[in-house]
């Protein structure tokens, strides 16, 4: 089959081994994938990992369990070993042993077919496109923020770093009428804030310490560190990206203006589909370009570009 | 008057002048005072301040209101600049203007008397000794370990660090009936606990990844690292003490298991002295010596030796 494959470059196969059906698990014919820096990165070295990238889809289940055949799904990429503490409370997310999608011990998305266990199956519900519902990874990721912090309406909130993700989590931050202001430097983000009525502004326009909650998206160390600028006293700075290199964080400040810091990751897929049926988000503007699966090399190159969006592949 | 003043080194000093009385303030003749690692720490640079150091005292209203004169009590050491947005929330100990006692910007309690604003002072109820009101400043910086994380009877949570502060997190922590562990290296700190019915334990008895909360008062890069190790994924590390340097903190680790790093700084008196009233803190064992002023010098080399809890001045 066709397969985007990473492995120490990244390459165009267009006879990757088809997936074998496992127990438990369904077959699913990718219909439409994105890509994430989580991609990207890993094609600079990060996670270590090797095979076929891609963790973000939308497909048709083929083969597995009869009521699952026919289906248009999308799917969680965390895959647990189903015996450990983590799983037993159904968050297979923070499994020590999990396999991810494309990311780790397994292979992703960014082929005709890929195997994944039928429990991490969703639905997509009918009235959503599969433009649309090839964000419900990201979206999900974005969401996990309001798992993970309460944000309360009028709470003065900063998000840093409009990009891909960024928007979404914008997006998802203005669901709680919280006073959200999202720092920007690029005129396209300003633009997609501008129509979705989310103020945009540069960072010398937010006052130190004003913000009850900041949300870092731009996974930069100077990002983080505008962040703890921005935060209150007893405010929340969240984690919403990981880092390259292992930056410093002022501890004192934290212990001394009682910050909390808090990391979010991957989120409910129940949740970001029942927001995509809403309409209350806008995945599709960010939609920049569409490449086949023989021209995902360059899709990845035209992805890494600064200021591109979401690239899908099929 | 005879005060301990820092100034480049440690002195005693029988000469000091005397404070004077400013509108609002009340002048307290001090009974006793504590000294407490932030004390220490001044004496070896911290914070740069100089002058009169001390912050934990007992005394007596000498002088000031009417309704005041006379009445036994203690204070809170922070002072606010009463216009900021914290001072008008009520927790001067965020304004950015603040001054703080033998800290910054104001003189201390280690003298025979001391001015500071009525508003910062409680009056102490009959049943609680000198020696026990003197920890009123510490318990309530414990005790705010619960003003910032919701702990949950029941929980697994981890305390490193069991130093003077340490042992008054661990019996506040007590009271909330989680499943408490504290790591401890000396027999002293044990054998304390032990008296309290707290398990204490060596850092290999405790699984990695098994806390939901993790308290580090170790005050060191490698209690920081560690307590990062035993904390579950979306659990919460506490930092209750400030750290020499600036340690690194693995952020893609807080990302990715969706930890909490919350700081945690000063806390309510009015609690800490109910506290101290219901008599389920025990505060007397952990008093290892009493010093005058005159031998100051002498109390603060005694409270700096390794494994010494609280030395009292008087």
């Given amino acids: 089959m066709r397969a985007l494959v990473f492995d120490d470059q990244l390459t165009y196969r267009p006879d990757y081994p088809e997936p074998t059906l496992q127990p438990g698990e369904a077959l699913v014919h990718v219909a439409l994938a994105g890509i994430c820096n989580t991609d990207i990165e890993i094609t600079r070295g990060y996670a270590g990992f090797r095979g076929v990238l891609g963790h973000e889809f939308v497909g048709y289940v083929e083969a597995g369990p009869a009521d699952w055949v026919g289906e ?17 409370q159904g968050i297979p997310e923070h499994c020590e042993q999990r396999q991810a999608l494309g990311i780790h011990g397994r292979d992703g998305v960014f ?8 429990k991490n199956l969703h639905r997509v519900p009918e009235t959503i496109s599969d433009e649309a519902a090839v ?10 923020v309001l798992r993970m912090v309460h944000i309360q309406p009028n709470q003065p909130v900063v998000l840093v770093g409009a990009g891909k993700l960024g928007l979404l989590v914008a997006q998802v931050l203005r669901l709680t009428a919280c006073d959200l202001a999202v720092v ?3 005129e396209r983000p300003a633009a997609l804030l501008s129509l979705w009525g989310i103020r945009a502004c540069s960072i010398d326009e937010i006052s130190d ?38 930056p410093s964080l002022d501890l004192n400040r934290i212990a001394v203006d009682e910050i909390a810091v808090v990391g979010s990751r991957c989120g409910s897929f129940a949740a970001a589909l029942r927001l995509l049926e809403s309409g209350m988000v806008d995945v599709l503007s960010l939609i920049d370009a569409r490449y086949t699966l023989e021209d995902g090399v360059r899709a990845f190159a035209h992805a890494s570009e600064r200021g591109v969006l979401k690239v899908l592949l099929s």
């Fill in 209 to 246: 310490r004003s913000a009850q909650v900041v949300v870092d998206c731009s996974g930069s160390p100077e990002g983080l560190d505008r962040a703890l600028d921005l935060v209150r006293p007893r405010g929340t700075v969240v984690l919403k990206s990981t880092y390259s290199g292992q």
């Fill in 135 to 144: 964000f419900a990874e990201p979206l999900a990721a974005a969401m996990q």
């Fill in 184 to 186: 920007v430097r690029g």
């Fill in 111 to 118: 082929a005709d077919w890929l195997s994944i266990p039928v």
């Fill in 72 to 88: 248009r799904v999308v799917g969680s990429i965390n895959i647990g070993c189903g015996a450990c503490a983590s799983c037993q």
